[in-house]
């Protein structure tokens, strides 16, 4: 089974600094990883895909990136509506199973 | 618009059963593979199962394997979770979600999901 471990659980950031968030798999997902974006009451929202490819409709402003097993999304300017829960999730592996991190709260320093 | 709208969620006791659905628009349902995902209350996403754009094959988590049942009727743009044999542990919020590629691998993202529909399994 892969794991997929997200850091930190919590971050606190400023609105217009940039945010960074982190997603380790516990084995090889090659660029099969995605990051979606969650507000309360509402469904995950596709941001990034391939590890680096926006989604149809995401700003600019938010960017994935791949380090062997370590990826991570990068908010570059953050505006109010962002702040929410991120998951990154891996969909590599077969039979397909497609597993969650744990997710990163976003919050409003 | 592209939507996927779920239904079917109530409140349930252990051992019972209970049938979702999901009612597809504004695309080929018939083209993309499709997916459950829940979401306990106040936790992360877990997904539940996947149907090939075909029907021909499925795929569930260990978690939920041998109780819960995925279907999708393409003449009726709806995909289905069955699940029976519930337990405490099944209450959640389920979304139904469609793969971003049509004709997909299954190596795949979801790119759309329904509002989900809230499944309370409790005596």
């Known amino acids: 089974e892969i794991v997929m471990t997200q850091s930190p659980a919590t971050l606190s950031v400023s609105p217009g600094e940039r945010a960074t968030l982190s997603c380790r798999a516990s084995q090889s997902v090659g660029s099969n990883l995605a990051w979606y974006q969650q507000k309360p009451g509402q469904a995950p929202r596709l941001l990034i895909y391939g590890a680096s490819t926006r989604a149809t409709g995401i700003p600019a402003r938010f960017s994935g990136s791949r380090s062997g097993t370590d990826f991570t999304l990068t908010i570059s300017s953050l505006q109010s509506e962002d702040f929410a829960v991120y998951y990154c999730q891996q969909y590599s592996n077969w039979p397909p199973t497609y597993t969650f991190g744990q997710g990163t709260k976003l919050e409003i320093k | 618009q592209v939507q996927l709208v779920e239904s079917g969620g109530g409140v349930v006791q252990p051992g019972r059963s209970l049938r979702l659905s999901c009612a597809a628009s504004g695309f080929t349902f018939s083209s993309f593979a499709m997916h459950w995902v829940r979401q306990a209350p106040g936790k992360g996403l877990e997904w539940v199962a996947v149907?090939?754009?075909?029907?021909?094959?499925?795929y569930y988590a260990d978690s939920v394997k041998g109780r819960f049942t995925i279907s999708r009727d393409s003449s009726k743009s709806s995909l289905y979770l069955q699940m029976n044999s519930l337990r405490v542990e099944d209450t959640a919020v389920y979304y139904c979600?469609?793969?971003?590629?049509?004709?997909?691998?299954?190596?795949?993202?979801?790119?759309?999901w329904g509002q989900g529909t809230l499944v309370t399994v409790s005596s």
């Open positions: 979600a469609k793969d971003y590629h049509d004709y997909g691998d299954y190596n795949d993202a979801f790119d759309i």
């Open positions: 149907i090939s754009y075909d029907g021909s094959s499925e």
